[in-house]
């Protein structure tokens, strides 16, 4: 176990991720990629898919990348990612005369590949070449920051959105509540590749994400972490990031979990599990929704959701352990 | 950052110095900032984790350093993340 002293430590003498880019005050993401990053350890080359991220952490010419950083559209991370990693795969097969001197010197380092992508450039765009890097079992860890909605071009729904939430393309008015579906588990669907390990993680427990993002890079093959970022487009005020996530947690709309080698383990139960509200109320996405009975009715849909798959987790979770 | 001419620009107009976004100073975005009691600080380091532009220090013995003021956006989130009030958000003058 890692201490908050260790891991602050950690992060600053690796200064992968520089402060002076232009995300909006209060941001989540930057804590989530410097915690990624110092699992990772020195060599590791990021690949980043379009996105908030990408946008306001290289304005060129400027950049706030301290180790090797590839980007590539919002569909292809992943692929990219692949790329670099069957590289380095190649260059560990080959007969070290036969190198040039940049391949001697990668022969005899142990480098990690991560994806950092958006849920729109994960969920939605990159899910085909997410699928099929899982597939073929590239060595790799893919980061989803997840803050459901297309944040960086000013909050398009997306299919993480989650069910009620207004965003520009399904906003709120007197027809329509907001979005009018629920979101997709994109976990689930990574969990279908009979990958390694995958696990969901959210911005205020930084310490269990670095557990888990450390978990991932030691497993040969894929693995997937998604992880709640909130955003200041939810309307909330930006001090509160790490208030909202939390309260994500503890009303099991965000529950905080892993799968290892098909074993799920929750790492973190609440002790009172609070009403799905009080994570809905603070944000001025779902403000239409404390207005009329139309949209209590979303919310009692959304506690609904929020249960089944908080007893379907619990239920897993037993399932898997058993003997 | 100078400017360069056509001729002095990398191939493909990648960057080709890492962390050259500590060139722009983000700090003027600010219209609060934290101020620091000393007197309460337990040096848990949970500021220095929860700050999105990595501006407040830790010391090599673990004790918390100075907050980076060239950065800081003011956006609150270590006032509200500290255990025992020991940040308070003062407006930034």
New interface residues.
């Given amino acids: 176990m890692i201490t ?2 260790e ?3 950690k ?2 003498k690796q ?1 992968a ?12 993401f ?2 989530i990629v ?2 990624i990053l110092a699992a990772a350890g020195e060599n590791v080359v990021v690949s980043n898919a379009t996105g908030c991220l990408e946008v306001t ?11 090797p950083w590839i980007h590539n559209t919002f569909e292809n991370a992943a692929a990219t990612l692949s790329g670099a990693e069957a590289a380095y795969d190649f260059i560990q097969k080959q007969d070290e005369k036969n190198l040039p001197k940049f391949g001697k010197e990668l022969k005899n380092k142990k480098v990690k590949f991560v994806a950092f992508g958006g849920d729109g450039g994960t969920y939605d765009i990159g899910l085909q070449s997410l699928s099929g890097a899982l597939e073929r079992g590239d060595d790799f860890v893919y980061v989803c920051y997840d803050n459901g909605a297309y944040m960086n071009t000013g909050n398009q729904r997306s299919s993480a959105s989650p069910l009620g939430s207004s965003t520009t393309t399904a906003p709120a008015g007197k027809e329509h509540l907001g979005k009018e579906e629920l979101r997709k588990d994109l976990l689930k669907i990574a969990l279908a590749h009979n990958i390694p390990y995958v696990a969901q993680g959210a911005v205020h427990d ?1 310490i269990d994400l670095y557990n888990k993002a450390e978990k991932a890079f030691s497993k040969k093959g894929p693995a997937v972490i998604d992880v709640l970022s909130p955003c200041v487009n939810w309307k909330i ?7 909202i996530s939390r309260i994500a947690a503890n009303t099991c709309f965000w529950p905080l979990y892993e799968v290892d080698e098909g074993k799920y383990k929750i790492t973190y139960k609440p002790s009172k599990k609070l009403k799905v509200e009080e994570f809905l109320k603070p944000q001025g996405r779902f403000k239409h929704l404390f207005k009329n009975a139309k949209g209590k009715k979303i919310i009692e849909k959304t506690q609904k959701e929020v249960d089944r798959r908080w007893e379907e987790l619990q239920e897993l979770e037993i399932f898997t352990n058993r003997k | 950052m100078d400017k360069k001419t056509s001729k002095q620009i990398p191939i493909g107009g990648i960057i080709d110095k890492p962390k050259t976004s500590l060139l722009n100073k983000t700090g003027d975005w600010k219209k609060m900032r934290p101020v620091i009691d000393e007197s309460k600080c337990i040096h848990c380091a949970k500021c220095v984790l929860s700050c999105p532009e990595n501006c407040i220090a830790i010391k090599k013995d673990g004790k918390r350093g100075d907050v980076n003021l060239d950065f800081c956006k003011g956006c609150g989130i270590c006032a509200k993340e500290c255990p025992v009030g020991a940040i308070t958000m003062v407006e930034d003058k």
Avoid: D, H, N
């Avoid at chain 1, 991720?17 to 989540?28: K, L, N, T």
């Avoid at chain 1, 952490?57 to 180790?67: A, Q």
């Avoid at chain 1, 005020?237 to 208030?243: D, F, K, L, S």
């Fill in positions: 908050p002293k891991l602050a430590k992060i600053q200064e991720f520089a402060s002076g880019g232009r995300w909006c005050a209060g941001c989540a930057p804590m410097r915690t952490s290289t304005i060129y010419p400027y950049t706030s990348w301290g180790v930084l005020a930006p001090g509160t990031t790490m208030e």
